[in-house]
């Protein structure tokens, strides 16, 4: 029996999706004021019907685990301008307390579980033609109920495995989904009080990129600030429409390149060129088998270049932010561990700069 709330809810998007039946749900959360997650949960507990969700235990690190057993399968993690979507299997899946990776050559995910709270298997009707299908996934939500990851079955995914592995994990519908208040993002700190020049030696004496988040946290700097104050050896602004041209340019020349985007739970890595690149009302997208990317560019606020000294060379990089200082996605050549950057990446990148200065 639905709750008086619930019932509430689940009226006022009834009548939401008979007015905007394109409406996604995403969207729709904002629209009626509730998080994403909690519009997920109501088809847990619907009073007629087969349920469309089932909740899962939170068990993060099992379920992940037992991903390779579906076979191929989409994943798409997503934050408010960007979304990432890639097919593949899970391959090499390691999960160490919060943390986990994906190390697969075509599903690659950086995890951070300590943000995952609320996960479900859906079920979504779903119309091919003149026939009714269903499309399946697995979603997962943080705390204030955003969603953080989700995992789609494709044409290719063993659907028994999958359904095995979600009556594994099924657990009880809550009586009320915990959803807390999202926290405020932390302003950065006065530039005044950065030590810029300290920052930059240490910038300087990097070996690897993954240096680069420790010095972020030991100068109290956020991350488009540090690209702000670093100077034009290591970070130069350009034009938001700077990203649409370098998106193109690896298309138009076959650069592989590497693309992450990242929610507050997963980042999701691209790897290999781009070729189908569509505009449309407001998103560019790629449009690739393997892989799709839709971008709101109207979401892009500030871009700059960044280099990065590593053991290896220099490593070079486009980063997207938006109006709020978080980071949209971040560009790369594609590059293996001990191998230095693609030279044809470094001479699009550089090809980007004279144009936005000129």
Same mark, same amino acid.
Request: charged letters at 25%; one cysteine or more; proline letters at 6%.
């Given at each position: 029996m639905l709750s008086s709330a619930n019932a509430d809810l689940? /009226? !006022?998007?009834?009548?939401?999706?008979?007015?905007? *039946?394109? #409406? !996604?749900?995403r969207d729709a959360a904002t629209t009626l004021g509730v998080s994403e997650a909690e519009l997920v949960a109501l088809g847990a507990v619907q009073d007629a019907g087969p349920p469309t969700a089932t909740p899962l235990a939170a068990d993060w690190r099992s379920i992940l685990s037992a991903m390779p057993s579906v076979g191929r399968v989409m994943c798409l993690t997503r934050n408010e301008h960007c979304v990432h979507e890639r097919h593949g299997r899970f391959e090499d899946v390691q999960v160490t307390g919060p943390h986990g990776l994906v #190390? &697969?050559?075509?599903?690659?995910?950086?995890?951070? #579980?300590?943000?995952? %709270?609320? &996960? +479900?298997?859906v079920r979504e009707p779903l119309k091919l033609g003149n026939q009714q299908g269903e499309r399946l996934s697995l979603q997962f939500f943080d705390g204030a109920g955003e969603a953080v990851h989700k995992i789609y079955a494709t044409d290719e995914t063993d659907r028994r495995a999958f359904d095995v592995l979600i009556a594994r994990y099924r657990a009880e519908p809550p009586a009320t989904l915990e959803i $807390?208040? !999202? /926290?405020?993002?932390? $302003?950065?700190? *006065?530039?005044?009080?950065?030590?810029?020049?300290? #920052?930059?030696? /240490?910038?300087r004496a990097m070996q690897d990129t993954h240096e680069f988040f420790g010095m972020l946290g030991k100068f109290k700097v956020g991350r488009m600030q540090a690209l702000r104050l670093a100077g034009e050896e290591f970070a130069r602004e350009l034009p938001p429409r700077a990203l649409r041209s370098a998106l193109e340019a690896a298309g138009a020349? &076959?650069? *592989?390149?590497?693309? +992450?985007?990242?929610? %507050?739970?997963?980042i999701q890595i691209h790897s290999g060129p781009i070729k189908r690149l569509?505009?449309?009302?407001?998103?560019?997208?790629?449009?690739? *088998? $393997?892989?799709? @990317?839709?971008?709101?560019?109207?979401?892009?606020? !500030? @871009?700059f270049s960044v280099r990065k000294p590593i053991e290896d060379g220099i490593v070079t990089s486009i980063e997207a932010f938006d109006s709020s200082n978080r980071n949209i996605l971040l560009m790369f050549g594609a590059r293996k561990p001990g191998k230095p950057e693609l030279e044809e990446w470094r001479a699009l990148v550089a090809r980007i700069e004279k144009r936005a200065a000129s």
């Open positions: 689940a /009226a !006022r998007w009834s009548r939401l999706r008979g007015e905007q *039946p394109t #409406l !996604r749900i #190390l &697969g050559p075509d599903i690659d995910l950086r995890l951070f #579980l300590g943000s995952w %709270k609320h &996960g +479900f298997a $807390a208040p !999202r /926290a405020a993002d932390a $302003a950065d700190r *006065p530039d005044a009080e950065i030590e810029i020049e300290g #920052l930059r030696i /240490a910038w020349n &076959g650069t *592989p390149i590497m693309i +992450f985007v990242g929610s %507050k739970g997963c569509v505009e449309t009302h407001g998103w560019f997208n790629v449009l690739d *088998p $393997a892989f799709n @990317l839709h971008l709101r560019e109207a979401g892009v606020a !500030r @871009l």
